[in-house]
């Protein structure tokens, strides 16, 4: 409890912070029970070729729907999931069902189809992360080169050492890397080379101030140019517009996710998305 004869601010300070880590528990305890009670679930947002309009693959993204029906989007349980180490089981449970989902698409005729799945550090640094990521591929007998990890340019800094030798194991299986929200942290160009990654994503901040703003549009093309140097694939995020897709097209970015394309759907809805 704050104590009132503290008159300095700090007070409220404490009382905020108690305020604050109460909340957070509150949503700890509330996501455990989720995850429990199968009210997790997972999306897929199509990824498309632009040349072709083909959709050649999809991204899971981990939904939550409360007992009463609101969503609560995942920038706001993510953190909480990664700072109590939920995303440990979380994230296994997530990868899992994108490997098993892609192994239905398989069988169904989707043969070249590919999935990326989001991994956080937490995830990456746990002891068991390269067994659970055997199993899942074992399990679900997909190719490894179908399945994509996506992790953060923010992971490179933490602990560079270890990510590199992890990430050497995991393409030694045949597991694709991409950087996410590529462009928004602060790795370094001799750092990205090390990693020895397959793709960048654009983060779409880059992507939605294509035409407001001229020197947003240069970063874009600069990722587009650096991929092509490095030889690395590369794909935008959050393309809403057709002028948008346009102008990626025109820098020799061949790939799209985003809104124009499609939003992420839940498996049923992607299997008719795909028929049609
Ligand atoms: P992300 O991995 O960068 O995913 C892309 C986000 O952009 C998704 O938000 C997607 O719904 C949104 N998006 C796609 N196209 C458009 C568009 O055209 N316009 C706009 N405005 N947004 C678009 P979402 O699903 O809310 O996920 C937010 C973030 O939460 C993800 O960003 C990712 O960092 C994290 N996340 C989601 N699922 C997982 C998961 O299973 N594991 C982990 N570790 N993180 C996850
Ligand atoms: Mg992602
Ligand atoms: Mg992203
Ligand atoms: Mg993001």
């Avoid at 650096?226 to 897709?245: D, F, H, M, R, Y």
Wanted: glycine share 6%; proline share 3%.
């Amino acid at each position: 409890r704050a104590k009132s004869h503290n008159r300095s601010g700090y007070s409220y300070f404490t009382r905020d912070m108690g305020v604050e880590i109460r909340e957070r528990v509150r949503m700890m305890h509330a996501l455990r029970a989720a995850f429990e009670g199968e009210r997790l679930f997972v999306v897929y947002q199509p990824q498309v070729d632009m040349m072709t309009g083909r959709t050649v693959g999809a991204e899971a993204l981990l939904r939550w729907r409360t007992e009463d029906g609101q969503f609560i989007p995942p920038d706001q349980f993510i953190p909480i999931a990664e700072y109590s180490g939920l995303i440990v089981n979380i994230g296994e449970w997530v990868l899992r069902s994108a490997c098993f989902e892609l192994m239905q698409l398989r069988e169904n005729g989707f043969e070249d189809f590919q999935i990326a799945v989001n991994v956080s550090q937490a995830q990456f640094s746990h002891p068991q992360f390269m067994q659970s990521l055997e199993r899942a591929l074992r399990d679900s007998r997909i190719p490894p080169h179908c399945l994509e990890l996506e992790i953060t340019e923010s992971m490179a800094m933490t602990d560079p050492e270890m990510l590199c030798s992890m990430l050497q194991k995991i393409k030694s299986m045949g597991v694709r890397i991409s950087i996410d929200d590529f462009g928004t942290g602060f790795s370094s160009l001799s750092q990205l080379q090390k990693l020895n990654v397959d793709k960048l994503k654009i983060d779409r901040a880059f992507v939605s101030e294509i035409f407001s703003n001229h020197s947003e549009a240069s970063i874009a093309k600069m990722i587009v140019q650096l991929s092509q140097s490095l030889n690395l694939a590369v794909i935008a995020e959050g393309v809403e517009t057709k002028e948008q897709a346009d102008a990626l097209l025109s820098f020799g970015c061949k790939y799209a996710q985003g809104f124009y394309f499609a939003k992420p759907q839940t498996k049923s809805d992607l299997r008719k998305y795909l028929r049609a």
